[in-house]
């Protein structure tokens, strides 16, 4: 499954490398294990809500690596949604999480992810204080990829994260 995770990973960017990809592409890597552990805890039937770099919660999600990488090749990366597995991300940084506590509030399962900075927003702490508040069935999971775009999470928070892939592409210019 981790091999699986990475190498799809390492496709896309190289689809995005070789030009065929005309779109934002956010990729992931380093998280694989963890997010592999949360993920034995989501039931088909939850809801999970992500960020713009989305691709391995869908492929865990059980979203099909075809569909998910046809979907990435028409340019919807950052925006993969699929009302069939109940899965939904958004590109726009903690714009997803209101949209979460809302599921949530009609009383189904939810976990929504979101970046180390979005969780620094208000709109992150406003809905866990909501969701908190009226004991809605929602996880809020942080992930912390050592970086809000090139703003280094470790002059906020004091650590650090090895980063494997920048924060958009594959850390080169693409020319169309």
């Known amino acids: 499954m981790k091999q699986g995770l990475i190498e799809f990973e390492k496709d896309i960017a190289e689809l995005f490398g070789d030009g065929q ?4 592409v956010h990729l992931s890597g380093g998280n694989e294990d963890a997010l592999i552990e949360i993920f034995k805890g989501i039931k088909p039937d939850d809801w999970v809500f992500s960020t713009h770099r989305s691709h ?16 990435i090749l028409k340019g919807n ?26 599921v949530a509030m009609m009383g189904e399962k939810v976990w929504v992810f979101c970046g180390d900075m979005a969780a620094e927003t208000g709109i992150f702490h406003e809905c866990v204080k909501y969701a908190h508040g009226h004991d809605l069935p929602i996880t809020f999971v942080v992930e912390d990829n050592g970086y809000s775009v090139d703003t280094p999470t470790e ?21 169309f």
């Open 21 to 24: 990809i005309y779109a934002p």
């Open 56 to 71: 391995y919660h869908a492929l865990l999600k059980g979203i099909s690596a075809e569909w998910l990488k046809g979907e």
């Open 77 to 102: 990366s950052i925006s993969i949604n699929n009302a069939e597995y109940k899965f939904f991300s958004s590109a726009i940084v903690g714009g997803i999480l209101p949209i979460a506590v809302g």
């Open 155 to 175: 002059k906020v928070w004091g650590y650090s994260y090895k980063r494997i892939f920048p924060h958009q592409g594959v850390g080169t210019f693409v020319l």
